[in-house]
């Protein structure tokens, strides 16, 4: 997509819901330096209050910051009447809480999702709504797509295991949904429900599945086995060895939040996005192990946690084709990117990890 296709954003208002977290934040950062302006929508409790403001930049006093919640129909309602466009980003996000609390998945990123697109159904003045969705919802993929007997693929099979001790899987867009875990399956149904609920009306979107995010300034929660990057070079510099779940053969495509906001910001404008699925992620299966070796070298094989998949990485050509774009920074860059800004910046490092640190060593 040429450059001049953001100019349609300029003077426009966005809402961007969940616009405070680590994300949405950095999509509202994007929307300015576009020239629009975002609405961010957030209830500020996924994080303590001084991470929002000291790490992410987010003023609660900011007028265009609205702490509320997205289930609420008049609070939504509002919202969404003053904007031109919806970025529809918030969500209870961790696989492992949304395991843990099932209900509490289901009234975020269900209700609340639906209260949102019942009020972008009702407006005429919204152009189009990106729903953020997740890679997560492919699982493991199709293994019955795999069974390709011929020689050639034997061979290459052999050279992926014997590199990522097991043969990669991509996905496209068209592969069939296989969701593994509670959090997985909202997304999947926000996907439909996003086009049931907007096709019958004929307001445009776009489902956008983020691949596996990852940069600064992410801060790790407790209780999670999500973003792996952020916690292993959180563990590493406080000197603990780092937890290879199931060996580390999992596969993630790791994509940056910084290309990650571009292409959502992006995808709001494509005329070819218009009533699409696209994929965001880079194209490059990379090895938990490999991102634990990018970090430390000193590593612990723990179990596989529930709902974790082997998982894959993207098939690119829709999202370059629609978007005009591919992702501009390399795992190896961005690793490294977060390893710096996180010795730079320690109070990213939560208080209690420090505790367990200091305990383990005392």
Not at 141 to 166: M, S
């Amino acid at each position: 997509m040429h450059d001049t296709q953001l100019k349609e954003l300029v003077g426009r208002t966005v809402l961007v819901t969940g616009g405070a977290g680590l994300i949405g934040s950095r999509i509202a950062a994007c929307l300015r330096r576009a020239g629009a302006r975002p609405i961010s929508l957030c209830m500020l409790d996924a994080y303590p209050r001084h991470t929002y403001r000291d790490l992410f930049g987010v003023d609660p006093a900011d007028p265009d910051v609205i702490v509320g919640d997205v289930r609420n129909p008049g609070l939504a309602k509002r919202a969404v009447a003053e904007s031109d466009y919806v970025i529809h980003a918030a969500a209870l996000a961790d696989v492992a809480a949304c395991t843990r609390k099932p209900l509490a998945a289901i009234h975020t990123n269900i209700t609340g999702t639906q209260v949102l697109l019942d009020a972008v159904a009702a407006c005429e003045r919204i152009r189009r709504l990106v729903f953020a969705s997740s890679a997560s919802v492919y699982g493991n993929g199709n293994p019955e797509d795999r069974a390709r007997p011929c020689e050639e693929y034997r061979t290459v099979r052999k050279l992926l295991e014997a590199v990522y001790g097991r043969v990669p899987e991509q996905f496209h867009e068209h592969t069939r949904l296989r969701p593994m875990s509670v959090y997985a399956n909202t997304k999947a149904w926000g996907e439909t429900q996003t086009v049931l609920t907007l096709g019958a009306v004929g307001t445009s979107y776009t489902v956008v599945r983020y691949f596996s995010v990852y940069g600064e300034p992410q801060v790790i929660k407790a209780n999670s086995h999500s973003w792996v990057v952020a916690w292993f070079a959180t563990r590493a510099a406080l000197g603990l060895p780092l937890h290879l779940n199931g060996g580390g053969h999992q596969i993630r495509d790791l994509v940056h939040v910084d290309d990650i906001a571009t292409a959502t910001v992006r995808a709001l404008v494509a005329p070819r996005a218009h009533n699409e699925t696209i994929n965001i992620g880079t194209g490059a299966p990379t090895s938990i192990r490999k991102v634990a070796e990018l970090v430390a070298t000193r590593f612990v094989e723990t179990p596989m946690p529930p709902g974790d998949p082997l998982g894959g990485y993207a098939a690119t050509h829709r999202m370059e084709a629609v978007l005009g774009w591919r992702p501009t920074i390399t795992v190896e860059e961005g690793v490294a990117r977060y390893a710096d800004w996180l010795a730079k910046t320690p109070e990213a490092i939560p208080a209690w990890l420090r505790a367990q640190s200091e305990a383990a060593t005392a």
